[in-house]
């Protein structure tokens, strides 16, 4: 992560969104959900201060208010530390599946009584609400799915797979999928011409 984090910022990536825990994760046996709850627990510990001192600002979205008390606190102290840090952004999705995201941005809109919304202010439901949507969506270890991962704001994402796994995910992997995504021509239910004309 550190390295992938590392190269976003040198090919001047702005915001870096990462599947850190799944709403589905919990169904795992209770001891790696354990074991998974203290690394990341360790981590925010041991990662905080680099973070901060590379300018990376840090946020934390999913169903936030499932975790222990202490982790919460830490995820709290983590984004509040690096909000106005202003070289890259750092999305960990955890306890995040993007059913629950929209159900949660329903569930908010009601709870305000609105009676009509489109598609801008939904938006502003989602935890990703101060976020552009994505631009790439990399799918490592050759996984065709998208796993619950952003619904609503993958709709115009390109989709990069490669076969490489998510450990073994580096600096050169990273630029392959950047130059894959150059060579794509994005139309948003333009045609060709109209995209070339413009």
């Given amino acids: 992560m550190r390295v992938v984090l590392k190269a976003c910022a040198e090919f001047g990536v702005k915001y870096l969104s990462v ?4 709403t589905e994760n919990w169904r795992r046996p209770k001891e790696e959900v354990d074991f ?4 990341f627990s360790e981590t925010i510990d041991r990662e905080i201060d680099e973070l901060t001192a590379n300018q990376v600002k840090v ?7 499932q975790f222990s008390s202490l982790l919460q606190e830490k995820m709290e102290k983590t984004m509040e530390k690096t909000k106005n840090n202003k070289r890259i952004t750092l999305n960990v999705m955890v306890n995040y599946g993007g059913r629950a995201e929209i159900v949660d941005a329903v569930q908010a809109i009601i709870d305000e009584e609105r009676k009509t919304i489109d598609e801008t202010g939904f938006g502003k439901f989602l935890y990703t609400k101060n976020i552009p949507d994505p631009d790439l969506l990399i799918r490592t270890a050759s996984e065709m799915r998208v796993s619950n991962f952003l619904l609503w704001q993958i709709a115009y994402a390109e989709i990069h797979v490669t076969p490489v796994l998510w450990p073994d995910f580096r600096k050169e992997e990273l630029k392959e999928a950047i130059e894959d995504y150059q060579r794509r021509v994005r139309k948003f239910g333009k045609t060709e011409e109209q995209i070339n004309a413009s």
């Avoid at 998974?36 to 690394?39: A, R």
């Fill in 59 to 65: 946020n934390f979205l999913g169903r936030i208010s």
């Fill in 36 to 39: 998974l709850m203290n690394l």
């Fill in 19 to 22: 599947y850190a825990f799944s």
